[in-house]
């Protein structure tokens, strides 16, 4: 079956403008993270959804950054007023964690976001 | 929080040969998952191999193998019979059993020589 999918594969954009990265998960999977993956910080957790639940917004690293999803599959991770170490591959990945639930998470190939 | 670290940035392999990959992590919870994850350069993370804390066995996926040391919180991998296609960014990676949010390592850049 189809993978996890994010769009767009490469984003360039000024400083200042505001920037919306789209995942599409498994489907069936309900959670889904997603992770920054900086020259200067590493890979790092952002915010990680769970069915209807709240989302854990902890990794979130400023108030620039939110996620959303919709109707418990798409999401899009907005970043606004973009500033230069924004830059970066976003990740996303999902996880099923129906009957049998799993621990693997499987991700996306990533959002390659640079900001000029 | 936890905190994953690998201390080797870059190992080399020859082919055929063996390599392992250091890895450490610090904890207080009980009930954890370790994970070795594989990113070649088209960026797609690849599960590799996965060690609950619970059990003392060590993980095996073909090639590929583990050291757990609980005690010592060590997590270190074995690659056998090293492959070109062996050739990527391997990240050691640590979970709680709850959510599975992942913490990485900063990753180790192996390369194989034919």
């Known amino acids: 079956g189809a993978g996890v999918s994010q769009s767009p594969s490469n984003k360039v954009t000024e400083k200042g403008k505001d920037v919306e990265l789209r995942c599409d998960p498994i489907?069936?999977?309900?959670?889904l993270y997603w992770y920054r993956q900086s020259l200067g910080q590493g890979l790092e957790f952002l915010i990680y959804f769970q069915g209807n639940s709240a989302p854990d917004k902890s990794g979130l690293p400023s108030d620039r950054f939110s996620a959303e999803r919709t109707g418990g599959s798409v999401s899009t991770l907005t970043i606004q007023r973009t500033q230069q170490e924004d830059s970066a591959v976003y990740l996303c990945a999902s996880r099923f964690t129906g009957v049998d639930a799993s621990y693997e998470q499987y991700f996306g190939p990533g959002t390659r976001l640079t900001v000029t | 929080a936890q905190t994953v670290t690998q201390s080797q940035p870059e190992m080399s392999v020859q082919e055929a040969e063996t390599v392992t990959l250091s890895c450490t992590y610090d904890t207080s919870e009980s009930d954890y998952y370790l994970f070795w994850y594989k990113q070649p350069p088209s960026r797609q993370m690849i599960l590799v191999i996965r060690q609950e804390a619970y059990k003392q066995q060590n993980a095996t996926e073909n090639r590929f193998s583990v050291n757990f040391q609980k005690a010592a919180k060590s997590f270190s991998l074995k690659i056998s019979d090293s492959q070109l296609g062996d050739a990527a960014m391997y990240f050691c990676a640590y979970s709680r059993s709850n959510d599975y949010k992942l913490s990485f390592g900063a990753g180790t850049t192996v390369t194989v020589r034919a």
């Open positions: 489907s069936g999977h309900t959670a």
